[in-house]
């Protein structure tokens, strides 16, 4: 028996979020980067911005989504702000760790000669 779209897409979806929650426990970074992608998916579809099927399956944008797909760049300006500001913090962090390495060889130098 074949599969109806409805039951592929959920699959689709199923397996996207699957490979996003697993992409995100490599890192801090990839964490951030695929969280926000996935918080970016979630709001599209939860603002009825995916385009739906008709009856020959192909997808298709409706008049309203037309309308509204200025939504699409708050989005992606949403997943791009969501990214920044952890990587700017462990910017900080790495900076503060500078200054601290900085003072200890210049300590060390002073030491020595």
Known sequence: MEK???QLDAEAETLFV???EEAQKRSQADRDFYG???SAKRSSKSDDLHPVRDEFGEMKYT???GVKAACFARE???A???IQLPILKRLDQLRGLLWGCLFALAYIGYKVS
Request: aromatic share 6%.
């Open 63 to 65: 008049l309203r989504q």
């Open 80 to 82: 791009t702000l969501q």
């Open 4 to 6: 109806s779209w409805g």
């Open 36 to 38: 926000a992608a996935l």
């Open 18 to 20: 699957h490979q996003m």
């Open 76 to 78: 992606d300006i949403s």
